[in-house]
T-cell receptor, first 113, second 113 residues
Framework: ETGVTQTPRHLVMGMTNKKSLKCEQH?????MYWYKQSAKKPLELMFV???????ENNSVPSRFSPECPNSSHLFLHLHTLQPEDSALYLC????????????FGPGTRLLVL | GENVEQHPSTLSVQEGDSAVIKCTYS??????FPWYKQELGKGPQLIID?????GEKKDQRIAVTLNKTAKHFSLHITETQPEDSAVYFC????????????FGSGTRLLVRP
C-alpha cells in the first residue's frame, strides 16, 4: 500500500451525469496531483495542488473541476463528460511540489457512455 | 518542451532471462529520471531513479543506466521472475520544473514461466 487511496475504483456514467472522484493520502504530504492515464499514452498531468492551493491547471476542459479542501483530500468533480474522457484517473501525492518522488493511488477506472 | 520516447511497447521474456527497456529524452536540461512499475489494478510505483550526475545505479536485480550525451536511459532487469510482469514507465524532469514529470508511453513486460 502506498498510503494513497481512491474511491470509487470503477465508475460508469452517462454524459449528462455528475459524479465525483475522491482521493485521500495518509502520508502527511503537502502536494497532490490528478493524472489521466489513457491506453498506450503517457500519463497526462491535469492538476496540481500545494497546501490546498492550485498551482497547475494543465489546459484541462472545464467539465473537470478539482477541489482540495485540505492537504489530505483531493476531489475531481465530473459533469457532462464525453466518451473520450474514459480513462484511468490517478491521484498522487508528494512531500511538496519540490519533491521528485510521487506516490500514486490505484486509480479510478472511468467509463463514459 | 520535453518529450520522452519509450521502447519497446511490449516485451516478452522467459523467466530467468534479462529484460531491457529504453527511453530517450529531448530536453538536455532534464536531470532526474525515475522508473515506475504499474501492476494490474494498481497505480504506478517508483522502483528506481537516477540523476544526471550518475551514470549507473543498481538495486538488487534492477539497474538503470544514463547516457547524457546521447540523451537516453535504460532499465535493466536481470533474472526475471513472473512477478516482474507489469507495465513499466520511464519519466524525465527538468531541474527547474519541480514536480513536472514527463512520462514515456509505457512498456508491457511479460515474463513467461
Amino acid at each position: 500500500e502506498t498510503g494513497v487511496t481512491q474511491t470509487p475504483r470503477h465508475l460508469v456514467m452517462g454524459m449528462t451525469n455528475k459524479k465525483s472522484l475522491k482521493c485521500e493520502q495518509h502520508l502527511g504530504h503537502n502536494a497532490m496531483y490528478w493524472y489521466k492515464q489513457s491506453a498506450k499514452k503517457p500519463l497526462e498531468l491535469m492538476f496540481v495542488y500545494s497546501l490546498e492551493e492550485r498551482v497547475e491547471n494543465n489546459s484541462v476542459p472545464s467539465r473537470f473541476s478539482p477541489e482540495c479542501p485540505n492537504s489530505s483530500h483531493l476531489f475531481l468533480h465530473l459533469h457532462t463528460l464525453q466518451p473520450e474522457d474514459s480513462a484511468l484517473y490517478l491521484c498522487a501525492s508528494s512531500q511538496d511540489t519540490n519533491s521528485e518522488t510521487q506516490y500514486f493511488g490505484p486509480g479510478t477506472r472511468l467509463l463514459v457512455l | 518542451g520535453e518529450n520522452v520516447e519509450q521502447h519497446p511497447s511490449t516485451l516478452s521474456v522467459q523467466e530467468g532471462d534479462s529484460a531491457v527497456i529504453k527511453c530517450t529524452y529531448s530536453d538536455s536540461a532534464s536531470n532526474y529520471f525515475p522508473w515506475y512499475k504499474q501492476e494490474l489494478g494498481k497505480g504506478p510505483q517508483l522502483i528506481i531513479d537516477i540523476r544526471s550526475n550518475v551514470g549507473e545505479k543498481k538495486d538488487q536485480r534492477i539497474a538503470v543506466t544514463l547516457n547524457k550525451t546521447a540523451k537516453h536511459f535504460s532499465l535493466h532487469i536481470t533474472e526475471t521472475q513472473p512477478e516482474d510482469s507489469a507495465v513499466y514507465f520511464c519519466a524525465a524532469k527538468r531541474a527547474d520544473s519541480s514536480y513536472k514529470l514527463i512520462f514515456g508511453s509505457g512498456t508491457r513486460l511479460l515474463v513467461r514461466p
